[in-house]
């Protein structure tokens, strides 16, 4: 695979700054942490480093350096569409370089000839209770194909060989999980969507199709050429956030105890399945329909609008989609969503109702100056895309963040084994040393 090749040329370098740091300026001090943040969610605290994804308050997200519009413009694309193959994405997350089409190609390919689902997948699956959530299903898919982990094989093998693998070759087996993983993640998770909400069909992946088609494909939508392009959009903006959100961060963590790829990504997506981190997704689009309800289904004016949001902020209500905990602007995620509606659905009501909200609504919560962020997050949109193109279930939505997020935390993960990244283990402290602590202060 090129994208091997890539990652191989790089090595030396990227170890030699690694290095570097690490021997002459270990003991320099990069930030301090207070009480507070120790027990407020570690927030601001700067203890990793993340190479694929950076998260500017002020500018939104940069993947490997890349803004969103311009990962959009710059990624090749499939003849006839206007918006990148997943691919070349991964491509450019995993090699810190642009991928000609030819590069992007390469890694579709490649997912294709990987698609093939085991059996009993579908029979653990099967399992299930039909009420089971989508998220609960998807992480147990991805247990169940932990016994084709090629790390973990290797790893148990080695210990009973004099050869041995040596630790700078993890990250290759880290990487073909990593690719084996996503090939079957559209077959996975439309089978889920199948199973719970449509005829238990299992469609076979479409050497012919990307990734992203073939998702919508095998949900029925092989036809709708717009849905497939929206599923592009969607899978490359979601696919990374940084390092220290809870699906990174959990699956990084566990991945340092060289847990295998399966183990670490079904961890991260338990984590994206609370409803503080992923699952948010599903409660706007539930929100701006409760608001249309409460208008006799139609979108609000202006003033009527203001009245509404303004009674639910006095009621002490979140008003879902808006805020960010690191974010200072609209995101920009929330941008080429709105972009994309307004150019092909500009007439959907819950659009419609996005657009007033959007104009009437950051005002109104900046007002009192405790929101920090009034603007619209990437949540505020999602949902009513994918309801405008039939995918009414609400709750399979974080399935589909899940899908695009294991793109990101593959590649922080096989990073991680690339730079020799040690078993994580922070300190903790008591209660009771704190106040000793306090104390002397
Ligand atoms: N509506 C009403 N009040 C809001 C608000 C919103 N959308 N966003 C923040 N606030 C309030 C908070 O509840 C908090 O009030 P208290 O001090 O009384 O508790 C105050 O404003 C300050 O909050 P903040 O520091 O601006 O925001 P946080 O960093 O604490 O939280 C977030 C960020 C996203 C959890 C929060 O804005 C929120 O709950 N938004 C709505 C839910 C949502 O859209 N979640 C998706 C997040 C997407 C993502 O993380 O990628």
């Known amino acids: 695979m090129k994208m091997i090749e890539a990652i191989t040329e790089q090595l030396p370098a990227w170890r030699e700054r690694v290095n570097r740091l690490r021997t002459q300026f270990g003991s320099l001090k990069v930030c301090d942490v207070t009480v507070e943040q120790i027990y407020g969610g570690i927030r601001g605290v700067q203890i990793q480093v993340s190479d694929i994804s950076y998260v500017d308050p002020y500018e939104g997200i940069r993947l490997r350096g890349y803004t969103i519009p311009e990962v959009l413009e710059y990624l090749p694309k499939k003849p006839g569409s206007d918006f990148p193959l997943v691919g070349g994405l991964y491509y450019l997350l995993m090699t810190d370089r642009l991928p000609n089409e030819a590069e992007a190609d390469e890694v579709e390919q490649e997912w294709a000839s990987r698609s093939q689902i085991p059996e009993h997948v579908y029979q653990v699956i099967r399992q299930f209770p039909r009420d089971t959530h989508p998220m609960t299903l998807f992480s147990v898919a991805i247990m169940a194909l932990q016994p084709s982990s090629q790390f973990a094989s290797k790893y148990a093998e080695q210990m009973f060989t004099s050869e041995g693998l040596p630790k700078g070759d993890y990250w290759k087996y880290y990487l073909e999980d990593s690719m084996n993983l996503i ?8 089978f889920i969507y199948n199973y719970k909400y449509r005829n238990e069909e299992i469609v076979s992946y479409s050497p012919e199709l990307d990734w992203s088609a073939n998702f919508a494909r095998m949900i029925g939508k092989a036809e709708d050429l717009r849905y497939q392009d929206l599923c592009r959009l969607f899978f490359v903006i979601h696919s990374d956030h940084e390092g220290g959100n809870v699906s990174a961060h959990t699956s990084y963590l566990v991945s340092s105890a060289l847990s295998d790829v399966y183990l670490s990504c079904a961890a991260g997506m338990n984590g994206l399945a609370g409803p503080l981190h992923g ?54 995620r929330f941008t080429v969503q709105y972009e994309f509606a307004k150019k092909y659905i500009s007439n959907d009501p819950n659009i419609e109702l996005i657009g007033r909200v959007f104009e009437v609504l950051p005002p109104i919560l900046a007002e009192n100056g405790k929101v920090k962020n009034p603007y619209p997050n990437v949540d505020a949109i999602n949902g009513a895309l994918q309801y405008h193109y039939g995918v009414k279930e609400f709750d399979f939505y974080t399935v589909l963040f899940g899908m695009s997020r294991i793109l990101g935390l593959t590649a922080h993960i096989v990073w991680g084994r690339i730079l020799g990244k040690p078993i994580e283990r922070p300190k903790s402290l008591t209660t009771a040393m704190l106040e000793q602590l306090a104390e002397k202060s």
């Open 279 to 332: 699952l948010a997704n599903q409660e706007c689009i539930r929100w701006v329909l409760q608001v249309r309800e409460a208008f006799g289904g139609h979108v609000p004016g202006k003033e009527e609008l203001t009245d509404h949001l303004r009674r639910q902020l006095q009621a002490g209500k979140l008003i879902p989609g808006y805020g960010h905990a690191v974010l200072r602007v609209t995101d920009p």
């Open 183 to 190: 090939a079957k993640l559209p077959g996975i998770a439309s």
